[in-house]
């Protein structure tokens, strides 16, 4: 009796926790499906879901605009510890993504890649540094591949499988910086336990010596998952830090230093009142995704989005505007809306609303590419369906829908679409 209690108790917990996210347990593949010739994301719904992911821009290829490296997370998912490559079609102003691989230069870190990029050996192209681990205290290393082809064609040598001075202990979040302004990068590693690590580069330019000055730099601590990024985001010729952690914040500490000696200033907690709640994961990064000169804002989050806040400012006053909570998604989609002269695509879409953040009214636009059942529907972060906004068969064509949240407090709410054979689920955000 007791036993069957339990095991009730346990499936009540696993479909509630499920619908924290407003989505059914369910397990179903969503297939992979080209839109103008792009590839979009092969995503996953219920136990195979994608998780942690981290973003990483870099020009790869040398042609002038950033590529897009996507590190994988998630304990049991199929791609953790793997690193998808996005390689941008486009140019530096208008990016064009294409999903070349799931499974970039055949690396597996385990758990929860973290890749990064930066030129450690001074010989013109670009190196890479993979952290990996997971929640429980696996992992907290950082693996490290030399280029040793061109800026154009890169060709990956691994001399050491993790760099020795380096174990965190869980979640290794890498990101280099000349902190000290000596010419030549220092490290510094996030974790799973909130704090930062930092190793000062004592070597050179081309011969990298790392020097473990503190596991526990500046006395910062996040909490849980310290994700670390720098840009100077005030244009003062000196790097600022951002630090996202499990609360779902980006807390943004301004140097007021030098470009040779950091002094650190806490200005915010919630970095552009930036707050995904207790999402268990954001890791903000910087890039300047449309050539203007400024550096635009992504973060990335536990349930596999990649958000988009374009820098309509400039590299002293930013003015973030959200975009996207599904960047590479719905950089392909509005490809082809905007401008496939193609045959209509066959594959359901799920575009994200406008306005977001919105009050009280949202559009909601999705396309049907056959005849079939929909159902629309928005729920909060407790799972409680706050509408049902369509229920029925409809005919294949592009439809909108507006959802009124007038009676609805301030906070996040997911809108999924179910079809035969298709689910997905989207997030926005209130605020009266």
């Given amino acids: 009796m007791l036993k069957k209690t339990f095991q009730m108790l346990l499936i009540s917990f696993l479909v509630m926790s499920s619908f924290a996210f407003g989505q059914e347990l369910t397990w179903q593949r969503e297939y992979d499906a080209r839109v103008n010739g792009q590839l979009m994301v092969n995503t996953y719904s219920?136990?195979?879901?994608?998780?942690?992911?981290?973003?990483?821009?870099?020009?790869?290829?040398?042609?002038?605009?950033?590529?897009?490296?996507?590190?994988?997370?998630?304990?049991?998912?199929?791609e953790s510890g793997k690193i998808r490559f996005y390689r941008n079609d486009g140019d530096k102003t208008n990016p064009n993504w294409t999903?070349?691989?799931?499974?970039?230069?055949?690396?597996?870190?385990?758990?929860?890649?973290?890749?990064?990029?930066?030129?450690?050996?001074?010989?013109?192209d670009f190196d890479l540094f993979v952290g990996n681990g997971y929640?429980?205290?696996?992992?907290?290393?950082?693996?490290?591949?030399?280029?040793?082809?061109?800026?154009?064609?890169?060709?990956?040598?691994?001399?050491?499988?993790?760099?020795?001075?380096?174990?965190?202990?869980?979640?290794?979040?890498?990101?280099?910086?000349?902190i000290d302004g000596d010419g030549d990068f220092d490290l510094f590693v996030g974790g799973g336990y909130g704090r930062i690590t930092f190793c000062r580069n004592i070597g050179t330019p081309q011969t990298a010596v790392w020097d473990l000055v503190s596991s526990y730099y500046n006395k910062l601590d996040l909490g849980w998952k310290s994700t670390p990024t720098f840009t100077d985001i005030d244009g003062d010729?000196?790097?600022?830090?951002?630090?996202?952690?499990?609360?779902?914040?980006?807390?943004?500490?301004?140097?007021?230093?030098?470009?040779?000696?950091?002094?650190?200033?806490?200005?915010?907690?919630?970095?552009?009142?930036?707050?995904?709640?207790?999402?268990?994961?954001?890791?903000?990064?910087?890039?300047?995704?449309?050539?203007?000169?400024?550096?635009?804002?992504?973060?990335?989050?536990?349930?596999?989005?990649?958000?988009?806040?374009?820098?309509?400012?400039?590299?002293?006053?930013?003015?973030?505007?959200?975009?996207?909570?599904?960047?590479?998604?719905?950089?392909?989609?509005?490809?082809y809306v905007e401008h496939s002269t193609a045959a209509t695509p066959q594959i359901f879409i799920l575009y994200p609303n406008y306005p977001n953040p919105f009050n009280p009214t949202t559009v909601i636009k999705y396309y049907l590419p056959k005849s079939c059942r929909v159902k629309l529907e928005v729920f909060n972060t407790l799972g409680q369906k706050e509408a049902t906004l369509v229920d029925g068969v409809q005919e294949p064509d592009n439809y909108q829908v507006t959802?009124?949240?007038?009676?609805?407090p301030t906070g996040i709410y997911f809108y999924c679409?179910?079809?035969?054979?298709?689910?997905?689920?989207?997030?926005?955000?209130?605020m009266k």
Wanted: hydrophobic share 35%.
């Fill in 403 to 408: 959802w009124n949240g007038a009676d609805s």
């Fill in 237 to 335: 010729g000196d790097f600022d830090l951002f630090i996202g952690n499990d609360r779902g914040e980006i807390y943004f500490y301004q140097n007021n230093g030098t470009p040779a000696k950091a002094a650190w200033t806490l200005i915010t907690k919630q970095y552009a009142d930036i707050n995904f709640g207790w999402i268990d994961y954001v890791a903000p990064t910087f890039a300047d995704i449309d050539g203007d000169g400024d550096d635009d804002l992504f973060v990335s989050e536990y349930h596999g989005n990649i958000n988009f806040y374009r820098n309509n400012g400039d590299q002293q006053n930013p003015e973030w505007v959200w975009e996207s909570c599904d960047f590479i998604n719905s950089a392909e989609e509005s490809t």
């Fill in 99 to 124: 999903l070349v691989t799931k499974f970039y230069n055949s690396i597996d870190v385990g758990t929860n890649a973290n890749p990064t990029f930066c030129d450690i050996d001074a010989d013109g």
């Fill in 46 to 78: 219920g136990g195979d879901a994608v998780t942690w992911p981290k973003s990483a821009f870099v020009d790869i290829d040398n042609d002038g605009d950033l590529d897009l490296f996507v590190g994988k997370g998630g304990r049991w998912a199929s």
């Fill in 417 to 430: 679409l179910k079809t035969k054979g298709f689910s997905k689920t989207m997030k926005m955000t209130l």
């Fill in 135 to 178: 929640a429980g205290g696996s992992g907290g290393n950082v693996a490290f591949y030399r280029n040793d082809g061109t800026p154009d064609n890169p060709d990956w040598f691994c001399p050491v499988k993790f760099l020795a001075s380096i174990d965190v202990g869980d979640q290794s979040a890498p990101t280099f910086v000349d």
